[in-house]
């Protein structure tokens, strides 16, 4: 199973015989893992959000480690730290979670900023450093976060630097009214199903071949540059006051290879683009003050986004709904 499509199909079917329609989110989640990315997970209290990370780990065969993020956990409780040994005279290097294949840190905006930084370096640099000493992580490492965005009391806000390192934010809402009776007939005829019982579906090999083959995935030198035109629509958009980076360019032109590959393509095409726009830029955007202050919608400006920018074949110049042209500003001063 070298084909990613044949992969994402395995692992869709596999997770769908425990959960109930996240098919866009496990999309979402494979598209990262074939690219090496992380993820920050969003949604209310009891969405399956901690769930769906779990069994994504089961079915791909990856090992699984969860932190509860509290404000008092510290850095060490996650990265490691060194242990005196009586028996043996010296100090040994005691591993903490981080030294997983899917390291999943439930309610991240809960630990302080100081133990929010710890995950910096091993999700930049797929390494961390304990007491001096740098060891490696795993190979495939993947962070997958979850926040709840309607809890304001005792969070720590995640900075700029921070969300910039995840690749994609992947919201999890409600279920529909059909989706949540099928949970219902579902744990009515099992009421101990568990994460537990999802299958392995993909080896490390299977993995490791289809992430080569995305890598392999052609694209244009036309939509190498539509990617472009959109993350720098976000730097003039008029409610954003810092737009996204070139980070952001390169997680855009990696996940629209996963996910052609995973569509059964070889090659990208601009609504590979503009299905990724959304999750690789809502969580990146820093809006104006006014903005802020008029309840702007990040998701609502990266729509305003891709409407200015026209797409490879498009046609003509499209306007720019969302920034200021100098035809614009000659008019305000006449």
């Known amino acids: 199973m070298t084909d990613p499509s044949e992969l994402y199909?395995?692992?869709?079917?596999?997770?769908?015989?425990?959960?109930?329609?996240?098919?866009?989110?496990?999309?979402?989640?494979?598209?990262?893992?074939?690219?090496?990315?992380?993820?920050?997970?969003?949604?209310?209290?009891?969405?399956?959000?901690?769930?769906l990370a779990n069994v994504f780990a089961q079915a791909t065969g990856l090992e699984y480690n969860r932190v509860q993020?509290?404000?008092?956990?510290?850095?060490?409780?996650?990265?490691?730290?060194?242990?005196?040994?009586?028996?043996?005279?010296?100090?040994?290097?005691?591993?903490?979670?981080?030294?997983?294949?899917?390291?999943?840190?439930d309610e991240i905006n809960r630990a302080t900023p100081k133990t929010q930084s710890a995950l910096l370096e091993a999700m930049e640099e797929n390494r961390v450093t304990i007491e001096g000493d740098t060891h490696d992580l795993p190979d495939p490492f993947m962070v997958i976060a979850t926040q709840n965005p309607i809890e304001m009391e005792?969070?720590?806000?995640?900075?700029?630097?921070?969300?910039?390192?995840?690749?994609?934010?992947?919201?999890?809402?409600?279920?529909?009214?059909?989706?949540?009776?099928?949970?219902?007939?579902?744990?009515?005829?099992?009421?101990?199903?568990?994460?537990?019982?999802?299958?392995?579906?993909?080896?490390?090999?299977?993995?490791?071949?289809?992430?080569?083959?995305?890598?392999?995935?052609?694209?244009?030198?036309?939509?190498?540059?539509?990617?472009?035109?959109?993350?720098?629509?976000?730097?003039?958009?008029?409610?954003?006051?810092?737009?996204?980076?070139?980070?952001?360019?390169?997680?855009?032109?990696?996940?629209?290879?996963?996910?052609?590959?995973?569509?059964?393509?070889?090659?990208?095409i601009p609504d590979d683009v503009k299905a990724m726009a959304e999750p690789v830029l809502v969580h990146r955007l820093i809006l104006s003050t006014e903005a802020e202050l008029g309840d702007a919608d990040r998701a609502a400006v990266v729509t305003d986004v891709l409407d200015s920018v026209v797409p490879p074949g498009g046609g003509e110049d499209a306007q720019v709904p969302g920034a200021e042209t100098p035809d614009a500003e000659s008019a305000e001063q006449d």
């Open 69 to 105: 993020m509290t404000p008092d956990i510290l850095p060490a409780d996650i990265t490691g730290t060194k242990v005196y040994r009586e028996e043996t005279g010296r100090f040994e290097v005691q591993r903490g979670p981080v030294f997983s294949n899917v390291v999943v840190a």
């Open 9 to 51: 199909a395995a692992l869709e079917e596999e997770i769908g015989t425990v959960l109930i329609g996240l098919e866009d989110q496990v999309g979402l989640l494979t598209i990262a893992a074939l690219t090496r990315g992380h993820v920050l997970l969003e949604g209310v209290p009891g969405v399956a959000k901690t769930s």
């Open 154 to 268: 005792g969070i720590f806000e995640l900075p700029e630097a921070q969300r910039d390192r995840f690749q994609l934010k992947v919201s999890v809402d409600l279920p529909s009214k059909d989706d949540e009776l099928a949970l219902i007939e579902r744990f009515h005829d099992d009421p101990t199903l568990a994460p537990e019982d999802v299958e392995q579906v993909v080896t490390r090999d299977q993995f490791r071949a289809a992430r080569e083959a995305v890598a392999n995935v052609h694209i244009d030198d036309s939509i190498e540059e539509y990617i472009v035109d959109v993350v720098e629509r976000t730097r003039d958009h008029r409610d954003v006051e810092h737009g996204a980076s070139p980070r952001a360019t390169l997680a855009f032109l990696n996940t629209a290879k996963a996910r052609a590959a995973i569509f059964g393509r070889d090659y990208v």
